[in-house]
């Protein structure tokens, strides 16, 4: 079985300042994980995707996540907020091995930004 | 057009009522899911089905049913609402796998539920 553990609810920052936000998760069997954003009043859509190949992974509007299996970890950073990135964030595991694969999804983090 | 398509967008009613909660799909997965979400806790998988003649329980299928009356349609049934099924559910889709399928979900926009 498969969990994720985003820590916290809430990050508020700064426009230009650096963005983190925390994922942990854990997997019995090697694992897929997603970062997903939730604007307001829309449906989720993914910022980028580790899939075992490229432990550092690049997503949609600069944002970028690295895969350290020896911290179990997968953070999502952008190194400058704009006001547009204000939103929930949701860190995500797949237990896909070609099956019967589901997606586990953390409590999400709402990221504010501060002019 | 979106992809994924959920009717209604919102919707308030009253406990002891029947509600169904529609979705359909242009992208030509064979996987559908629906899921709640609820401040806080996240989004919580209610029922999943990797093809028409599959139909599986998530972690809280308990009161809600489901139908899939083709591939591309995949509805979500509250037999006697209650409050506490007061929520935001989405309609989600993914490939069944092959060249560059890892499990990635597309979602609708969401359908708002309000059970007084």
């Known amino acids: 079985a498969q969990s994720v553990t985003q820590l916290g609810s809430h990050v508020s920052v700064s426009e230009g300042a650096l963005v983190l936000l925390r994922c942990n998760y854990s997997?019995?069997?090697?694992?897929?994980l997603f970062w997903y954003v939730q604007y307001p009043n829309q449906g989720l859509q993914l910022l980028l995707k580790?899939?075992?190949?490229?432990?550092l992974v690049k997503g949609i509007n600069g944002f970028e996540a690295e895969f350290k299996k020896s911290e179990t970890s997968f953070h999502l950073t952008k190194p400058s907020a704009h006001m547009s990135d204000a939103a929930e964030y949701f860190c995500a595991v797949s237990d896909y091995t070609g099956a019967n694969s589901k997606l586990t999804f953390g409590k999400g983090i709402t990221l504010s930004v501060r002019p | 057009d979106a992809d994924v398509t959920q009717t209604p967008r919102n919707r308030i009613t009253k406990t002891g009522k029947r509600i169904m909660l529609e979705c359909s799909q242009t992208k030509g997965h064979d996987r559908m899911y629906w899921y709640r979400q609820d401040p806080g806790l996240g989004l919580r998988l209610i029922y999943y089905?990797?093809?028409?003649?599959?139909?599986n329980k998530g972690e809280i299928s308990d009161g809600y049913s489901v139908s899939r009356q083709a591939q591309a349609k995949f509805s979500l049934s509250l037999e006697s609402a209650i409050p506490n099924q007061t929520a935001l559910y989405f309609c989600?889709?993914?490939?069944?796998?092959?060249?560059?399928?890892?499990?990635?979900?597309?979602f609708g926009e969401g359908s708002r539920l309000t059970v007084l």
């Open positions: 997997s019995s069997v090697p694992p897929y």
């Open positions: 989600a889709t993914s490939d069944s796998g092959g060249r560059g399928h890892f499990g990635e979900l597309f």
């Open positions: 089905s990797f093809d028409v003649k599959d139909i």
């Open positions: 580790y899939t075992s190949a490229a432990t």
